[in-house]
């Protein structure tokens, strides 16, 4: 067989590298037979034009047929996979029930890192909110509910935070013609509103004056107990919430997608008189 | 008619295998004589096409070498094996009645 001059040692040099586009063992077992091939081609072409047309051909070659060749041998090694599977009912059981704790453990582990971590607050301003806690100047590690005396300052003295509100979550009970019903409620300062800016769908919010002891009972409640119990009513603002021995106003009514705390249907002014509060140290 | 099963590619490889072990390049040169160069297999169609013929059964590699003395050791060589001959005798008889349904219709010339 006749040596191959310098050019066509070239051209088949590069060839071969082309042929890294194919899968490994496609390029093992027919590598050397391409090239062998390529090689008497470029030997057999007489003309620089018909030799540009054979590499073409053949680099057009490899472009078509390395991703059908790639997919072959998956599908090909899928096939494997399922005829062993088929075969083995044990193992397959044990292989699922693998991959199942695998996914839901990730799935669990994601939805907290998500939730807690990487999906922002659903509030409009949520990288201007910070949340304030007390610890004990006694035991760094001891934390304790922010007192309302307390709460009285901060909001009176602070000059790094626009606004300051406290809260408190818990169960109540309303009172309906159908009869009594269980839902989650917070209470919160009318500085809890404006914080997180969120506005009513209908209605309004608590003002400062909504927290002083002598004020009215008023409530706000979510939109999916008003929907719910309440027909969606649009005219529900002004119309009375009962509770046991008490009857509130409902002055608004906050979008579904407000939660505040988690639970919460029902929110209801803090109120506290301040000569009746204990200070924490 | 059931539809073809064999590419035209694949087909004349099989063709080139009717009458004689081939190797590789044989096989490229022998599809261009007969079509008079109108089919032009690259490397890369034919050992494709070749290793989809492996595992199918149409044809299998050679251990023997039919001309050793004048031969190149690193080629291989292939042969038709009886499932690809009656593959293709299949084939045939699809591409044979389509062309008998071409003629028919006056689609292609009458046979002289």
Same mark, same amino acid.
Request: proline share 6%; glycine share 8%.
């Given at each position: 067989?006749? &040596? *191959?001059?310098?050019?066509?040692?070239?051209? =088949?040099?590069?060839? &071969?590298?082309?042929?890294?586009?194919?899968?490994?063992?496609?390029?093992?077992?027919?590598?050397?037979?391409?090239?062998?091939?390529?090689?008497?081609?470029?030997?057999?072409?007489?003309?620089?034009?018909?030799?540009?047309? #054979?590499?073409?051909?053949?680099?057009?070659?490899?472009?078509?047929?390395?991703?059908?060749?790639? #997919?072959?041998?998956?599908?090909?090694?899928?096939?494997?996979?399922?005829?062993?599977?088929?075969?083995?009912?044990?193992?397959?059981?044990?292989?699922?029930?693998?991959?199942?704790?695998?996914?839901?453990?990730?799935? =669990? =582990?994601?939805?907290?890192?998500?939730?807690?971590?990487?999906?922002?607050?659903?509030? *409009?301003?949520?990288?201007?909110?910070?949340?304030?806690?007390?610890?004990?100047?006694?035991?760094?590690?001891?934390?304790?509910? #922010?007192?309302?005396?307390?709460?009285?300052?901060?909001?009176?003295?602070?000059?790094?935070?626009?606004?300051?509100?406290?809260?408190?979550?818990?169960?109540?009970?309303?009172?309906?013609?159908?009869?009594?019903?269980?839902?989650?409620?917070?209470?919160?300062?009318?500085?809890?509103?404006?914080?997180?800016?969120?506005?009513?769908?209908?209605?309004?919010?608590?003002?400062?004056?909504?927290?002083?002891?002598?004020? *009215?009972?008023?409530?706000?409640?979510?939109?999916?107990?008003?929907?719910?119990?309440?027909?969606?009513?649009?005219?529900? =603002?002004?119309?009375?919430?009962?509770?046991?021995?008490?009857?509130?106003?409902?002055?608004?009514?906050?979008?579904?997608?407000? &939660?505040?705390?988690?639970?919460?249907?029902?929110?209801?002014?803090?109120?506290?008189? *301040?000569?009746?509060?204990?200070?924490?140290? | 008619?059931?539809?073809?099963?064999?590419?035209?590619?694949?087909?004349?490889?099989?063709?080139?295998? $009717?009458?004689?072990?081939?190797?590789?390049?044989?096989?490229?040169?022998?599809?261009?004589?007969?079509?008079?160069? $109108?089919? !032009?297999?690259?490397?890369?169609?034919?050992?494709?096409?070749?290793?989809?013929?492996?595992? $199918?059964?149409?044809?299998?590699?050679?251990?023997?070498?039919?001309?050793?003395?004048?031969?190149?050791?690193? !080629?291989?060589?292939?042969?038709?094996?009886?499932?690809?001959?009656?593959?293709?005798?299949?084939?045939?008889?699809?591409?044979?009645?389509?062309?008998?349904?071409?003629?028919?219709?006056?689609?292609?010339?009458? !046979?002289?």
């Amino acid at each position: 067989m006749p &040596r *191959p001059n310098r050019k066509e040692a070239g051209a =088949v040099q590069l060839y &071969r590298g082309l042929l890294l586009a194919y899968p490994a063992a496609f390029r093992d077992e027919y590598g050397r037979e391409l090239c062998l091939v390529f090689a008497d081609r470029c030997r057999e072409a007489e003309s620089a034009g018909y030799k540009l047309l #054979i590499f073409a051909e053949a680099v057009w070659g490899i472009l078509r047929e390395a991703p059908r060749e790639h #997919i072959h041998m998956i599908l090909q090694d899928l096939r494997h996979a399922l005829r062993i599977l088929r075969r083995d009912r044990a193992a397959t059981a044990v292989i699922l029930l693998i991959m199942a704790l695998g996914i839901g453990s990730s799935t =669990v =582990v994601f939805s907290l890192a998500n939730g807690l971590l990487l999906r922002p607050l659903p509030y *409009p301003r949520q990288d201007r909110i910070v949340a304030v806690d007390e610890y004990s100047p006694k035991d760094p590690n001891e934390k304790g509910d #922010i007192s309302f005396l307390n709460y009285r300052d901060y909001r009176a003295r602070t000059q790094l935070l626009e606004d300051v509100g406290v809260y408190q979550e818990g169960e109540i009970t309303i009172l309906r013609e159908a009869g009594a019903e269980r839902l989650w409620a917070t209470v919160a300062t009318d500085g809890v509103f404006r914080a997180l800016g969120v506005a009513p769908i209908l209605g309004r919010t608590f003002t400062r004056e909504d927290c002083y002891p002598t004020a *009215p009972r008023i409530a706000l409640i979510g939109e999916n107990l008003w929907r719910r119990d309440y027909g969606a009513d649009p005219n529900i =603002v002004g119309k009375v919430l009962e509770r046991p021995g008490a009857r509130f106003t409902i002055v608004g009514v906050m979008p579904a997608g407000f &939660r505040f705390g988690d639970r919460a249907e029902v929110w209801l002014p803090l109120k506290q008189d *301040p000569a009746k509060s204990v200070r924490t140290d | 008619m059931r539809p073809f099963l064999l590419s035209r590619d694949t087909f004349h490889i099989l063709v080139a295998l $009717a009458d004689c072990d081939r190797h590789g390049y044989s096989i490229m040169q022998e599809v261009g004589e007969r079509t008079n160069g $109108a089919v !032009r297999l690259s490397p890369s169609t034919l050992y494709s096409a070749i290793k989809r013929l492996l595992e $199918a059964g149409y044809i299998a590699e050679l251990e023997e070498r039919p001309d050793p003395a004048h031969d190149d050791e690193r !080629r291989r060589y292939y042969r038709l094996t009886k499932t690809g001959r009656r593959a293709a005798i299949e084939e045939a008889r699809q591409w044979e009645k389509l062309l008998s349904d071409a003629r028919s219709s006056g689609l292609a010339p009458k !046979r002289v």
